[in-house]
């Protein structure tokens, strides 16, 4: 069992940064890729970011690519969500997930791979 908990939302306005964090607890000495999700209000859930068990490998939805940042610190069992020139179209609830995974390369880009998830943090954008 891993557990996983987000922390770092908050109330920023349009063009600041924030950074998302994620510990994860439990079986963590299993491998396993990461990735945080999203959803906004009236909104299905929807995929932002993915990294490999690695690092090695990372993936992005369209709405953010070049905007945020994935990251991890396995030693510290911390994944990161680094997001800069924030929209108010970026405001939602945002999760992070954890699948096992001993790839180097696998990003899980679907909800249906991952098998843990946070309770989620709260960004909101204001304009």
């Known amino acids: 069992q891993v557990q996983v908990v987000e922390s770092g939302g908050g109330l920023v306005k349009t063009g600041d940064s924030l950074r998302l964090d994620c510990a994860a607890s439990g079986r963590t000495s299993s491998r396993f890729a990461l990735g945080w999700f999203r959803q906004a209000p009236g909104k299905k859930r929807e995929f932002v970011a993915a990294?490999?068990?690695?690092?090695?490998?990372?993936y992005y939805s369209d709405s953010v690519k070049g905007r945020f940042t994935i990251s991890r610190d396995n030693a510290q069992k911390m994944v990161y969500l680094q997001m800069n020139s924030l929209k108010p179209e970026d405001t939602a609830v945002y999760y992070c997930?954890?699948?096992?995974?001993?790839?180097?390369?696998?990003?899980?880009?679907?909800?249906?791979?991952?098998?843990?998830w946070g309770q989620g943090t709260q960004v909101t954008v204001s304009s």
């Open positions: 990294i490999s068990w690695t690092g090695v490998s990372t």
């Open positions: 997930a954890a699948t096992m995974s001993g790839s180097s390369y696998f990003t899980a880009r679907q909800q249906f791979e991952y098998r843990y």
